[in-house]
């Protein structure tokens, strides 16, 4: 899952709705940090509210993307994505077609989502910018092994950047996708790789329920 599908149930509550997003957003912004569930459970209880509030939203975070990637819908779909990637690009251009095909899934159901209910993501947005950034930094370095300086900076900026609406447009996206590829070490995407789009789009948004229902 992405941030908005992780997130959208719990728009309602700012600090859960951060501790949905801290997984992901220390991808980003200080990838020696990984906060998992094992290390968020013994604070999901805890006196501070919103402390208590993060660590569900980072135990939500992981329990969602368990489920989420153990459905028969996204083994088909990043499988039918990875294979359209790998067969329209270059071999010699180092992409890794497999991590496009996995990171396009969930890209593209955010963008369904969103497209389908616009103000929710606005929502999103106006929610998550009422969280204390320093103070959800706080939480997470009481939690992670490691200790972050760079989360709340990574809020604030993940905030402003809105970078989410992007996802509906096919040259936005492929710029997005971009920055990707380098924060990862991997090439550039070709111009060609845009053309791929429409149909990874149709491909997605008819799966959305599929994608969404836990597997049995």
């Known amino acids: 899952m992405n941030y908005f599908a992780h997130g959208r149930r719990f728009i309602g ?3 859960f709705l951060a ?3 801290v997984p992901d957003l220390l991808n980003v912004v200080d990838r020696r940090v990984r906060v998992r569930s094992k ?20 135990v939500e975070h992981h329990r969602d993307d368990a489920w989420f990637h153990e459905t028969p819908a996204f083994a088909e779909l990043s499988w039918r994505l990875t294979a359209t990637v790998r067969d329209a690009l270059d ?18 159901l955010d963008d369904y989502l969103i497209q389908t209910n616009p103000p929710a993501l606005e929502a999103y947005y ?14 997470v370095n009481r939690m992670a092994p490691a200790s972050t300086d760079r989360l709340a900076a990574g809020i604030t900026r ?15 996206l492929c710029y ?19 053309g ?14 599929a994608l969404l229902t836990p597997h049995p």
């Open 13 to 15: 509550d700012p600090y």
């Open 19 to 21: 501790g949905t997003a």
């Open 39 to 58: 290390h968020a459970t013994p604070f999901v209880d805890d006196a501070d509210a919103r402390l208590a509030a993060v660590a569900r939203g980072i």
């Open 91 to 108: 071999p010699d251009d180092g992409l890794r077609p497999s991590f496009l095909g996995h990171i396009l899934v969930e890209i593209l």
């Open 126 to 139: 106006h929610s998550l910018a009422a969280a204390d950034a320093q103070l959800v930094q706080q939480a």
């Open 158 to 172: 993940f905030g402003q950047e809105r970078f989410l609406w992007d996802y509906s447009d096919d040259g936005k």
């Open 176 to 194: 997005r996708l971009d920055q990707v590829m380098r924060r990862v070490g991997l090439a550039p995407l070709p111009a060609a790789f845009r």
């Open 196 to 209: 791929l789009l429409a149909d990874a789009r149709r491909l997605v948004h008819e799966h959305t329920d």
